[in-house]
C-alpha cells in the first residue's frame, strides 16, 4: 500500500478513518489496474499506425 | 384497450395517431402512477409543473393534423445530469444543488423536436460515478422487483421508473455500463449507442472519452424509436449520427429476423466468472437461440480482459480533471462513496493515463477484427445479481477489503472501451425473482444491427417478458 497516497488523502480531504478504508480499496483496484495496463507490449501495433515509436515505459 | 403501462411507444404512438389515445391521457395515466407509487422507489427527483400545460399542447397540434412523429406527446423522463434548459441539474450532489441550466441539452432539444413532453428528472448515483445505484445524498432508489436490492447504476432512477411503469422510456448515460447494468437489475431494456451517435452536449460528464448517452425503454423497439428521432433532429455539427444507418431504421424492424445469425459467446476465464444464477439464465438463452436458427461460435476472448483496467484509470483521470475545483472548494459535500473513489485517483500518473489511451487504441483495432468470426456478441450484462442496499452502508463499505460491488461493470465497461453499440435486455429471472440481463455488442457505428438482434431476442424471449414488479 502506498502510505504516502494515504498521507496525502489524509491531509489534503480530511477524511475520516471510514472514508479512508473505503479509499485505501479504491487506491488497491487503481494500483492493480495500473500495474495491468503496464504489462501491455503494443509497441509493434503502434509502430504499424503511428510514425512515432513509443516505449512502453 | 390494454392498460397503457402494457403498450410499447409504437402502440401508443398509433392510438394518438388515429385519436383513440392523448397526451393528456398519458399525462393522467402516469402522473396517477407517479403520485401513488414512487414513493416506494424514490426513482423522481422533481416533476416538471408545466407537464400537463405540454400535453394540452400537444394534444391540440395532434387534433390539428400537426403529428410530428412516434414520440409526439410521449412522456420521458431525465437523468439528473441532462441540462434541461430553466432546471436545477444537480448530477445527485448537495454541490449542485442549485445549478439552473441555462440551456437544454442537444439530447432534450432533440426529443422535444420529435414532439416528446419532458417531465421531470430521474435520481443517479452522485455525478454518475458508481455502478451499485446507492446515492447517500438521496431518499435511495430502490429496486421495484425486491426494495430492499440495489437498482443498479448510475441511472438509477431512470430504470427503476420505467420498470415500474412510472414512465415508458427515460434517458440515461453510460460511461461504464451506467445504462446497461441498472437495465439489467430492474428487467427493463438499456441501450448505449456508438461513441458520439448521440450528442452528449449539455450533459454533465464522468469520463470525456467513454461518456455516452442512450435510453431506457420497456422494449428494444422503444429504445429504436427513441434513438431514431434523436438522431434525425440532433444538430450534426460534430457528428455523424447516421453512419451506419441505410435508411429509416424502423423500416422493416420487426420483419427482417436474422438468417445464419452468427452469435460469439465468450467462453474464456474472464468472462465465465459469474454467478451461478447468472449463468443459467444466460445459459438458457444460449439454447434458446439456437434453436431459433442461430448459429453460436465460442471465442476466447481472454486479452479484452485489459479494457476493464483501461476503464477504471480513464474514467478516474478524467473524473479528476473535471472535479478538480470541486474536490478543493467542497470535498465535504461529496458523498462517501465518491469522494473515496476520486481521490484515490492522486496517484494516478500522466504516463498511466496516456498508456490507457494507447492500449485503447489497441483494444478497438484488435476488436474489430475478431468480429470477422461472428456479427454479434453476447454474455451476460452482470456477472452478478444486485446486491441489499445496506451491504454499501459507509460502515460495509470500510470493512470490506475489497470494492463492494466492483465486480458489476466487469463486462459492461468493456464496450464503453470499445466504444461499440451494446444493449441489455431481460434473459430471465433468478430464483429469487430479481431479473438476469442479456447484453449484446456489436460492431462500431452498427447500431441499428444490434437493436435489431435485440428484438428478435425479446420475440422469441416473450415467456419472460410478461411479469411485473409487484409494487402495488
Redo the contacts between chains.
Keep these: 500500500m502506498?502510505t504516502?497516497?494515504v498521507n496525502?488523502?489524509k491531509k489534503?480531504?480530511?477524511?475520516d478513518?471510514?472514508?479512508?478504508?473505503?479509499?485505501i480499496?479504491?487506491?488497491n483496484?487503481?494500483?492493480?489496474?495500473?500495474k495491468?495496463?503496464?504489462g501491455?507490449e503494443?509497441v509493434e501495433?503502434?509502430a504499424q499506425?503511428n510514425p512515432l515509436k513509443?516505449s512502453?515505459e | 384497450m390494454s392498460s397503457i403501462a402494457n403498450l410499447s411507444i409504437s402502440e401508443i404512438s398509433d392510438l394518438i395517431f388515429k385519436k383513440e389515445l392523448s397526451p393528456v391521457d398519458l399525462f393522467s395515466f402516469y402522473s396517477d402512477r407517479i403520485n401513488r407509487l414512487d414513493s416506494k422507489i424514490n426513482s423522481f427527483i422533481e416533476i416538471f409543473d408545466n407537464w400537463e400545460e405540454k400535453a394540452k399542447i400537444s394534444e391540440q397540434e395532434i387534433s390539428k393534423g400537426e403529428h410530428k412523429g412516434p414520440l409526439h406527446g410521449i412522456p420521458i423522463a431525465v437523468k439528473d445530469l441532462v441540462d434541461v434548459k430553466s432546471k436545477i441539474t444537480t448530477a445527485g450532489s448537495k454541490i449542485l444543488s442549485s445549478n439552473v441550466a441555462k440551456s437544454s441539452a442537444e439530447i432534450v432539444n432533440a426529443l422535444e423536436s420529435s414532439g416528446a413532453i419532458i417531465i421531470g428528472k430521474t435520481e443517479l448515483v452522485e455525478f454518475a460515478f458508481g455502478p451499485h445505484g446507492i446515492n447517500s445524498n438521496s431518499k435511495q432508489t430502490k429496486n421495484p422487483w425486491d426494495l430492499n436490492k440495489i437498482p443498479g447504476g448510475s441511472s438509477s432512477g431512470s430504470a427503476a421508473a420505467v420498470a415500474a411503469d412510472l414512465v415508458p422510456i427515460a434517458i440515461g448515460s453510460d460511461t461504464g455500463g451506467s445504462i446497461r447494468m441498472p437495465a439489467s437489475f430492474c428487467g427493463v431494456t438499456g441501450f448505449k449507442p456508438s461513441y458520439n451517435k448521440l450528442s452528449t452536449k449539455g450533459v454533465f460528464p464522468l469520463s470525456w472519452t467513454l461518456d455516452t448517452v442512450g435510453p431506457l425503454g420497456k422494449n428494444t423497439k422503444d429504445c429504436s424509436i427513441f434513438v431514431e428521432e434523436v438522431c434525425k433532429n440532433q444538430n450534426p455539427n460534430d457528428q455523424d449520427p447516421y453512419r451506419g444507418f441505410d435508411t429509416s431504421m424502423l423500416d422493416n424492424f420487426d420483419s427482417l429476423l436474422p438468417v445464419r445469425l452468427r452469435i460469439g459467446i465468450p467462453n474464456d476465464d474472464y468472462f465465465s466468472e459469474m454467478d451461478d444464477e447468472v449463468k443459467k439464465v444466460f445459459n438458457n438463452s444460449v439454447e434458446l437461440m439456437k434453436s431459433n436458427g442461430a448459429e453460436i461460435i465460442n471465442v476466447d476472448l481472454s486479452w479484452l480482459s485489459i479494457a476493464r483496467p483501461v476503464n477504471v484509470v480513464i474514467t478516474l483521470a478524467e473524473a479528476m480533471s473535471v472535479h478538480k475545483d470541486y474536490l478543493i472548494s467542497n470535498y465535504e459535500e461529496y458523498t462517501y462513496e465518491v469522494i473515496s473513489r476520486l481521490v484515490s485517483g492522486e496517484g494516478l500518473s500522466i504516463n498511466d493515463y496516456l498508456s490507457s489511451l494507447r492500449v485503447m487504441s489497441y483494444i478497438q483495432r484488435k476488436m474489430n477484427d475478431e468480429f470477422s468470426n461472428f456479427d454479434i456478441l453476447a454474455c451476460p450484462t452482470t456477472p452478478e445479481l444486485p446486491g441489499l442496499i445496506e451491504e454499501y452502508s459507509k460502515e460495509n463499505l470500510s470493512a470490506s477489503k475489497e470494492v463492494v460491488g466492483g465486480r458489476i461493470p466487469s463486462f459492461t465497461s468493456i464496450f464503453n472501451v470499445t466504444r461499440q453499440p451494446s444493449l441489455s435486455t431481460l434473459a430471465g429471472f433468478s430464483s429469487t425473482g430479481m431479473p438476469v440481463g442479456l447484453m449484446f455488442t456489436g460492431r462500431l457505428n452498427k447500431d441499428f444491427g444490434v437493436l435489431q438482434v435485440g428484438n428478435w431476442f425479446e420475440k422469441i424471449n416473450h415467456g419472460n417478458r410478461s411479469k411485473k414488479p409487484a409494487i402495488e
Design positions: 502506498n504516502e497516497i496525502l488523502l489534503k480531504y480530511g477524511l478513518n471510514h472514508d479512508l478504508e473505503i479509499a480499496t479504491r487506491v483496484e487503481l494500483e492493480e489496474a495500473v495491468k495496463i503496464k501491455v503494443i501495433d503502434l499506425s513509443f512502453n
